[in-house]
């Protein structure tokens, strides 16, 4: 192959569907690499909720915007085709903030080698930032206990399932918030969780009420929405919250309000936001943490593939209707 695709930003989101509008799709030369360099064909990319915030103008948030005409951010996992680099031959498979492009000249900055028996998608579902940000906030914030009781919101997506199944395995009650009969049957069924709600039909308070007749010690937040404020009302002295995420709010006009802080003291609540960007660097401890549970088959995990690096461009709305059935990996 003499050229390839990437693709850039060239606007913001203005409320609307994503789609290839916002970007612009660029044929580029194969470059050669220089001493000292290599280059990646990426094979599989991440697609991930916090591209949209990415996309955003916020310079507040706790990573810098994409600059408009540079390479969409994003991660994936590749394979070197072509070195001149002391630490990376061709055919070793690396992981690294590539962004969306086909293929990458890079100095090896920030690129890691993974194993190379991994199968990809089960590196990209579970042992890359799913995994990390699902095995971060339950133990460093949810701090789960055996026989307590947790709920987790965005049950059946690629960080909620994780953290279910992880309490499943260290003895907690697990109860699923997600949407739709097919994902909530995934998550008694085939994941064990002891019962999911659909927050789209059942009836959220009564279901909540019924399934946690001893109340709720760690909440792991994942959506925002209506669910919050009823299980923020059913919290047990001391527990936690780890606020992951609150995609409800991500393409809405106007954030929902917040729940009445009097509860905290009440209830002695820890409640932490928290995202990985500042905790990369515990990787190892947490791959080491998480990687037993995986061995011992306690962590089951679905892929939702789109081919094709263009796929990228509206891939990205299935977050938001929730038509992603597991991970969402492009396949290039
Ligand atoms: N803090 C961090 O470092 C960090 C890292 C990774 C991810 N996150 C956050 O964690 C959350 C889950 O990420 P993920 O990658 O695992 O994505 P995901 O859960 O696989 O996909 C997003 C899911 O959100 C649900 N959703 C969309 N709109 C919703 C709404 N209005 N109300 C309730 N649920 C809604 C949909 O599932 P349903 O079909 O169930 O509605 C959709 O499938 C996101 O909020 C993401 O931003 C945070």
Known sequence: MTTYTEILLKARPTGGPIGADLFDVVTKTMPTPADGEFVVK?????????MLGWMSPDTESYIPPVELGTVMRGSGIGEVVASNHADFAVGDKVMGMFGWTEYLLTTGAGIN???ANIDPEMALSVFALPGLTATKGLYSIGQPKAGETLVVSGAAGSVGSIVGQLAKADGLRVIGVAGGKEKCDWLVNELGFDAAIDYKSDKLAEQLAELTPNGIDVYFENTGGPIQALVYNRMNAHGRIAVCGHIADYVAAKPAPGPNWMNIIRKRLLIQGFTMPDH???????????????????????????????????????????ANKGKLIVKF
């Open 42 to 50: 990426q094979t599989h990319m991440s697609l991930d909720p916090a």
């Open 113 to 115: 080698k993974i194993d």
């Open 280 to 322: 990369f660097h515990e990787a190892p401890d947490l791959l080491a943490k998480l990687t037993p549970y995986v061995m011992q088959g306690k962590i089951k995990y679905r892929a939702h593939v789109l081919d094709g690096i263009e796929s990228a461009m509206t891939g990205l709305n299935l977050f938001f209707t929730g």
